[in-house]
């Protein structure tokens, strides 16, 4: 495994670091090339389709795999050339996990202590505060079988947090939660992050990925496509390797009276301006919009929005309703990936 930095940084050294991370599977591969760096506090978003390679990179950082090539680094130690350093600093919450259903919450918990080497007051100690975090306190002595899966999630997570690390994986952890589990387990990552835990998150939840990540990196077929802030993710200005716009816009949307066929006509003389079937009707047909509705990407520029609007005012054509909407990231996903599987 090489030393190499690749995710250079002029303040504190990345805590969780992938350097050209690649994983094969027979002629498969699952991680391409993957670099990518998370820094102490943060909470940042693993975002791609399934079969992205995102799993087998969590896995790979939390020393269940082997890289093919390349490096990983977990507060500066090799998954690979320091595995048990990496452990005692690292919580993993799986997307699938083993539970023993004759056994109850805290009997559960007390058994990853004692794995962890925890012992007497301390083990006693960790049992206290991650059943107070997780709120399994009054289900302590609950058997696993009759648990919910929002309270198989908590355990789970608590599993991951019983000897305190300073690094948290979570894969898919609001997978099959409902509503309300889903809020409380943002908050629960929330609060972890203010403790100054850093924490990689995958989920298809892209909304609650972008209220609670700082960055986010989106990955398809194993290589990476974008990393940023939320902020510059949503305006096409991350970092890339392909993406198919870096130029600042935003969805406009119009309701027109009359003749839809005029308007579409009008609009696709302006140079700016993209009408084609995927960007305006079919975007509203396909999601029950009402047929007169046009949606389409436009520079986020009020100025021209305005002139935009008054000429076509000018022009006759009748606008009942026009609105800007600012891209989401499941917009900037959609557009990035393909959909394609290894």
């Not at 009997?107 to 006693?124: H, I, K, S, T, V």
């Not at 019983?162 to 908050?187: F, K, N, Q, T, Y």
């Not at 850093?198 to 989920?203: F, P």
């Not at 029950?288 to 436009?298: A, I, R, T, V, Y």
């Amino acid at each position: 495994m090489s030393s190499e930095n690749c995710n250079s940084n002029d303040g504190q050294p990345p805590v969780i670091e992938l350097c050209h991370l690649t994983r094969h599977f027979g002629t498969t591969c699952a991680v391409d090339d993957l670099s990518f760096a998370v820094q102490g506090g943060e909470v940042f978003g693993f975002i791609g389709p399934n079969g992205a390679g995102k799993t087998t990179s969590m896995r790979i950082l939390a020393t269940l795999d082997v890289p093919t090539r390349g490096t990983a680094r977990v507060d500066g130690f090799s998954v690979v050339e320091d595995p048990d350093r990496v452990r005692r600093r690292l919580g993993f919450m799986p997307d699938n996990y083993g539970t023993y259903d004759r056994v109850n919450c805290e009997e559960y918990l007390d058994f990853f202590a004692r794995a962890y080497g925890l012992r007497g007051n301390e083990r006693r100690a960790a049992l206290r505060r991650t059943m107070g975090f997780t709120q399994l306190d009054r289900l302590a002595q609950k058997p696993i079988s009759g648990l919910s899966k929002g309270m198989r999630q908590r355990l789970c997570l608590g599993r991951a947090l019983i000897h305190d690390p300073s690094v948290l994986i979570l894969d898919e952890p609001a997978a099959g939660l409902d509503p309300r589990a889903r809020i409380e387990l943002r908050e629960m990552i929330g609060e972890l992050a203010s403790q100054g835990k850093s924490l990689l998150v995958s989920s298809h939840i892209l909304t609650e990925l972008a209220e609670i990540c700082d960055r986010v990196a989106i990955i398809e077929q194993g290589r990476l496509l974008a990393v940023g802030s939320v902020d510059e993710i949503l305006k096409g200005s991350a970092g890339t390797s392909d993406q198919s716009s870096s130029t600042n816009t935003v969805r406009l949307q119009m309701t027109i009276l009359g003749d839809l066929a005029v308007a579409r006509r009008w609009l696709a003389q302006k140079k700016q301006i993209d009408l084609s079937e995927e960007s305006a009707v079919a975007a509203g047909k396909e999601t029950g919009k009402p047929d007169n509705l046009l949606q389409f990407e436009f520079p986020d520029d009020e100025m021209a929005q305005s002139e935009l609007l008054a000429e076509m005012i000018r022009a006759g054509i009748r606008v009942s309703s026009f609105a800007c909407q600012q891209r989401s990231l499941e917009d900037v996903f959609l557009s990035v990936t393909k959909g394609d599987v290894q």
